[in-house]
């Protein structure tokens, strides 16, 4: 099945900078990939997706790129804000079925302020 | 839009009973997974239910059993209860049967003592 690796596991930044967190997948018949991000306490909440018949996506301060060859995809965030600390999940569907997600172990962000 | 309603918000049972956990989707969607979150990991897949049929079950034993409703709600039902099965249980909603877009509740937080 399915096999999702996400780093790095923790991740301390100051205001204002960028943060990169990288994803691999096994399936590569995989072609949807969504990043969760979920506070303390709180449900997790898609942030951004792509697809595999797109390099690259961004919504604001947010980005994704997608490598298919090397079957990896990261999330980038740039300007970070206290706000933005949070757990973030990537995750990649089953190639073979669109039913399921299987999940990264997660990043815990955190934005010095 | 209430989004994803899921009920009780907080559970205690202990070794060998069983549980059941509910599920509303958001307005508009039609399909409903369900997931398990262990403390500081990711999600990870149970089963999805879709046209009232469970459509791929996950690494999950067969005392994970779900249903879903004519109105698209749906229960996750646990029986003989583990010690190992205290965990939050989401449940998330999409539209068409895909595992796209998916929107969570806030979770259920299971305690086994």
């Known amino acids: 099945g399915e096999n999702v690796e996400q780093h790095p596991s923790t991740l301390s930044v100051q205001e204002g900078d960028s943060a990169v967190i990288k994803c691999t997948y096994s399936d590569s018949a995989s072609n949807y990939f969504p990043w969760y991000k979920q506070e303390l306490g709180k449900r997790p909440q898609l942030i951004i997706d792509?697809?595999?018949?797109?390099g690259e996506k961004k919504d604001q301060r947010i980005a994704v790129t997608l490598n298919k060859t090397a079957k990896h995809f990261s999330l980038h965030i740039t300007e970070t804000q206290p706000e933005d600390s949070a757990v973030y999940f990537c995750?990649?569907?089953?190639?073979?079925?669109?039913?399921?997600?299987?999940f990264g172990k997660g990043t815990l962000l955190t934005v010095n302020p | 839009d209430a989004g994803v309603t899921q009920s009780p918000t907080h559970l205690i049972k202990t070794r060998g009973q069983q549980v059941t956990l509910r599920c509303s989707p958001k307005s508009g969607h039609d399909t409903v997974s369900w997931y398990q979150q262990a403390l500081g990991q990711g999600p990870q897949f149970i089963f999805q239910y879709y046209e009232e049929e469970e459509r791929q079950r996950g690494n999950f034993p067969d005392r994970f059993s779900g249903h879903q409703f004519p109105n698209y709600s749906s229960e996750l039902n646990v029986n003989a209860l583990l010690l190992g099965d205290s965990a939050l249980y989401l449940c998330?909603?999409?539209?068409?049967?895909?595992?796209?877009?998916?929107?969570f509740g806030s979770g259920t937080q299971l305690s086994v003592l």
């Open positions: 998330a909603s999409s539209w068409g049967g895909r595992a796209e877009k998916l929107f």
């Open positions: 792509i697809r595999s018949n797109v």
């Open positions: 995750a990649a569907n089953s190639g073979g079925s669109n039913y399921k997600l299987t």
